[in-house]
C-alpha cells in the first residue's frame, strides 16, 4: 500500500502540474526529459523490487509486465493522437485532457486488476478464456496492421455531441473509454506473466504514469511505427499460448498425444517480449521516412 500510496502522490503531482500548466504547450524536450525520468524511476523500481518483495522471479516478471504495458501504451497512443486531432482539440489543453484521461484509465484497470485477481485465485481455469481471447486479439491486429488515418468517430463521440456535450468532455470520455477497451488486452496479458496483483498493479501504473509526455515525444514519430501492431500481436499471441499452457497443467493435462506440454521459463517471456519490440521498432524506423511515408 506504501508503494501505491507514493505512486498515487507522483500523480497527483503531474496532475497539478498539467493544471497550472494548462495554457502552455509542451515541448518535445520537456517530454524527452520527463520520459526519461519516468522510465529510469521504473527500472530502478524493477531493480530494488526484490528488497521488498519476497520472490525469486519479481524483478524479471515487473520488468516483462511493465515492457508489454509500456509497448500496449504506445499502441494506445496512437488511437489518442486520432481522437485529439479529430476533435481539434487545442495544444494547450492536450496535456489536461490526457491526464485527466489516464487518472480515468487507472482507476479502472485497478477494478479489472482485483476483479481479475479474484477470479485467478478461485478459477485456475479462467486461463483458458484470457489465452483464447488474447490469440483472438492478435489475429485481429494482424487484419489491422497498417493503421487507417480516416478512423470513423465512434458511437460514444456521436451520442455525446447529440446531447450538447463540450469537445473537451467528448475527448475526456473518449479516451477514458479508449483506454478501457485497451485495458481488456492489456489485463489478461499481464496476469500470463505474473499472477501477483502487486507487480500486474504497479506495472501498469509506471506504464500509464508517463504517457501524457509520451504522447507528446511521439506525436510526430508515431506515423513511422508502421510495424508496432505486428510486434504487439507477436507479443499477445504467445502471452495467449502460454497461458493456455499453463491452464492445461492447471487441469492436470502435462502432454497431448504423446507430445509433452512445455513450461515456458520467464526468462524465455522477457526475451521473446524485448527482442519482438526491438525487431519491429527497428523495422519501422527503417522502412519509412521521417514523414511517415514508405521508402521505396
Known amino acids: 500500500m506504501t508503494t501505491i500510496g507514493i505512486l498515487s502522490l507522483v500523480i497527483a503531482f503531474d496532475l497539478l502540474m498539467a493544471i497550472l500548466r494548462r495554457n502552455k504547450e509542451t515541448t518535445v524536450t520537456e517530454s524527452a526529459i520527463w520520459t526519461v525520468i519516468y522510465v529510469s524511476a521504473a527500472i530502478a523500481f524493477g531493480i530494488l523490487m526484490p528488497n521488498w518483495v519476497d520472490s525469486p522471479t519479481a524483478r524479471p516478471e515487473f520488468f516483462a509486465g511493465w515492457l508489454t504495458e509500456y509497448a500496449l501504451s504506445v499502441d494506445n497512443i496512437f488511437v489518442f493522437v486520432i481522437i485529439l486531432s479529430r476533435l481539434k482539440i487545442d495544444s494547450k489543453k492536450q496535456q489536461l485532457v490526457l491526464l485527466l484521461g489516464i487518472i480515468i484509465a487507472l482507476v479502472l484497470r485497478g477494478a479489472f486488476i482485483a476483479a481479475g485477481a479474484a477470479i485467478i485465485s478461485r478459477f485456475q481455469s479462467v486461463f483458458f478464456i484470457f489465452g483464447a481471447f488474447l490469440i483472438f486479439t492478435a489475429i485481429q491486429l494482424v487484419r489491422e496492421s497498417g493503421h487507417d488515418e480516416e478512423v470513423k468517430e465512434s458511437k460514444v463521440e456521436t451520442y455525446l455531441k447529440s446531447k450538447g456535450a463540450s469537445t473537451f468532455t467528448i475527448a475526456l470520455i473518449s479516451l477514458g473509454v479508449t483506454d478501457l477497451v485497451f485495458a481488456l488486452d492489456s489485463i489478461p496479458a499481464i496476469f500470463g506473466i505474473t499472477k501477483d496483483p502487486y507487480i500486474v498493479?504497479?506495472?501498469?501504473?509506471?506504464?500509464?504514469?508517463?504517457?501524457?509526455?509520451?504522447?507528446?515525444?511521439?506525436?510526430?514519430?508515431?506515423?513511422?511505427?508502421?510495424?508496432?501492431?505486428?510486434?504487439?500481436?507477436?507479443?499477445?499471441?504467445?502471452?495467449?499460448?502460454?497461458?493456455i499452457f499453463e491452464a492445461l497443467h492447471s487441469v492436470g493435462v502435462h502432454d497431448v498425444a504423446g507430445i509433452e506440454i512445455p513450461h515456458v521459463p520467464l526468462a524465455v517471456s522477457l526475451g521473446f517480449i524485448v527482442t519482438a519490440l526491438t525487431i519491429t521498432t527497428v523495422a519501422s524506423l527503417t522502412a519509412t521516412r521521417k514523414d511517415g511515408s514508405e521508402i521505396v
Open 201 to 243: 498493479a504497479t506495472a501498469n501504473i509506471f506504464a500509464l504514469m508517463g504517457l501524457r509526455q509520451l504522447y507528446f515525444l511521439l506525436q510526430g514519430l508515431i506515423a513511422r511505427l508502421v510495424y508496432l501492431s505486428l510486434g504487439l500481436s507477436a507479443i499477445l499471441g504467445f502471452i495467449g499460448v502460454k497461458m
